[in-house]
């Protein structure tokens, strides 16, 4: 698709880059002039694991954010406005102008490509104080709030908690079977290349990748479920979270979808500092799922318990790991 004169394809591109969950990418884009509308694709959502959509408009911010720093990458600014039309799926503009781009924009938008989640293990080095002050101080400039924990007592209850969540989800068969249809197990899958959540990507072992696509499916995971083991499986989640040095958690000004939408916003500039910082970040969203797991966590963070949570991810030094692949950047725009 020819986009319009004003709208600079790498502005786009690095939009297209934006994480979402499940690597489902639902975000899609109509540019007209020196205008983006911002809006979704309904297929692409996850009715059982985000009834509610909080993970949508937090990716759909995150996309919006992505391309306004994309846009600073070509010298211009970007102003984003949020007006959800639910029946449209549409929920925000993206109006860029020839003016320079603000100068933290262009201090952050050199290290949009080097974005990714990291699922592999951390290194045990801690994360020096005033490098997650600085996460936090991008999350206040947003509105929003980042508090994190470290130490290992800390870092052990959130891995409990990471580790209940995870087994609950699992346990859940609608959701478990949303989640089945995004994974990506063989490289023979037509979509492996595209979207979702491959073998690679979800750093498997070797055995892992090997009977996942017979073991991992929601008939096997109903096995286990009554076998009560579960929480074997939620284990490696366990460990992960347990040997990070610290997590943080994100809390948007408030729950309305306009702040989950701006909170999304907030999780990329932070996400996209932490990398700039060469930090590695992996949300670790499970507790967030369930009243129980999620009221401790607003605990163990220092939150009120109806805290909008947006995202929760543990974060410290590593190796990058695979990437998650992207669709082609014409399958995500609309005439």
């Keep these: 698709m020819n986009l319009p004169q004003g709208v600079p394809r790498a502005a786009l591109e690095a939009a297209r880059l934006a994480p979402s969950a499940h690597n489902s990418q639902p975000a899609r884009f109509r540019p007209d002039d020196e205008s983006i509308a911002l809006g979704w694709d309904s297929r ?9 959509r909080h993970y ?3 990716g759909l911010g995150a996309s919006a954010e992505s391309l306004r720093l994309g846009a600073a990458l070509t010298g211009r600014r970007a102003t984003i406005t949020w007006n959800l039309v639910a029946s449209e799926t549409s929920a925000a503009s993206v109006d860029l102008s020839g003016d320079a781009p603000e100068p ?3 201090e952050l938008a050199a290290a949009v490509g080097a974005r990714q989640t990291t699922r592999l293990p951390f290194r045990s080095d801690s ?3 005033d490098l997650l002050g600085d996460l936090c101080s991008e999350a206040e400039a947003m509105g929003c709030r980042l508090a994190v924990v470290e130490g290992a007592k800390a870092m052990s209850e959130f891995a409990g908690l990471v580790a209940e969540g995870t087994a609950r989800n699992l346990d859940d068969p609608q959701v478990y079977a949303e989640l089945f249809e995004w994974l990506r197990l063989r490289r023979s899958h037509p979509n492996h290349d595209r979207d979702g959540l491959s073998a690679a990507a979800l750093s498997l072992g070797r055995l892992q990748t090997l009977v996942g696509p017979v073991g991992m499916t929601p008939s096997a995971m109903r096995l286990l479920g009554h076998a009560r083991l579960l929480g074997v499986l939620a284990g490696t989640q366990r460990r992960l979270a347990r040997r990070a040095p610290a997590a ?5 000004p408030s729950g309305s979808a306009g702040d989950r939408f701006t909170g ?3 999780m990329l500039r ?6 700039a910082m060469g930090l ?6 499970a507790a967030m799922d369930h009243t129980e797991t999620r009221h401790a966590l607003a605990a163990l963070f220092g939150v009120g318990p109806d805290a909008p949570m947006v995202v929760c991810f543990r974060t410290g030094y590593g190796p990058t790991g695979p990437r998650s692949p992207r669709l082609p950047l014409d399958e995500l725009l609309q005439h």
């Excluded at 932070?270 to 990398?275: E, K, L, M, S």
Aim: charged share 15%.
């Design 44 to 52: 692409r959502v996850l009715p059982a694991g985000d009834p509610q």
């Design 56 to 58: 949508l408009f937090a």
């Design 104 to 106: 933290a924009d262009a």
């Design 127 to 129: 994360v020096a104080t």
């Design 248 to 252: 943080c958690l994100l809390i948007a």
């Design 264 to 266: 999304g916003r907030a």
């Design 270 to 275: 932070v996400w996209i500092r932490a990398t």
């Design 280 to 285: 590695r970040v992996h949300p670790m969203t």
